[in-house]
């Protein structure tokens, strides 16, 4: 299995060093990420400036290659650099749950894979006081890996560890909550501006990826590319006919 491995927080995070650790047990390994950090960037796409990318020898142990674009400029190249079965994207530093999906750089590498017709899986887990305890999150790596990749039905996957996995749960997207909110704040000239920061949300629904989340599961929610909302457009070809 040729596996791709990219991320949105840049090719320097811990994270993808431990992802390609662990993901090198199952196949050959490249490392194909962002020179710089990318997250929160979605699926942007450069169109505008080329791209190029440099091999980057300092990620020990695998052959490593840094983009100046985003996390799916990096698979879309990387893809077109190599032969690849799936793009593993990760770890994130920072979870990707419920709405955050809509902004995940971590995710949209994934979907990229989709995209093109190969497999991504998408892997997050929360910062804490420091950076995550990556040796500790590895054996869980391991066991969802050893799940995930031998099913080709599971096209894409958004998974999240919690700081201390105790388990593992199957789980849909919480689209309950949007945590997003504007705080208002003062540069040192006295001008105002804002922060786009994080609520957290409380109360969520079971089942849903932040309730496993919340419990210290491992969750693991199979996405689709196809976002049509078919009760409504069935209800809308009935209430507005078009000749
Ligand atoms: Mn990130």
Redesign the pocket.
Known sequence: MRILIA???GIYSPGILALAQVASRFGDVVIVAPDV?Q?SMSHAITHSRPLSYRRTPVIKGFPAYRVNGTPADCVALGASMTKVDVVLSGI???PNLGNSMWHS??LAAAKQAALLGLRGIALSTPVTSDEPDFEALKPFVVEVLALLLPDPTLILVNVNFPEKPRGMMWTRQSVRHYDGRVVPGKDPYGREHHWLAVTPVEGTDEGTDRWAHERGLVSMTPLRLDLTDEPTLARAREAHPLR
């Open positions: 991320n949105d927080d950090e997250s994130n530093l920072g750089g971590t």
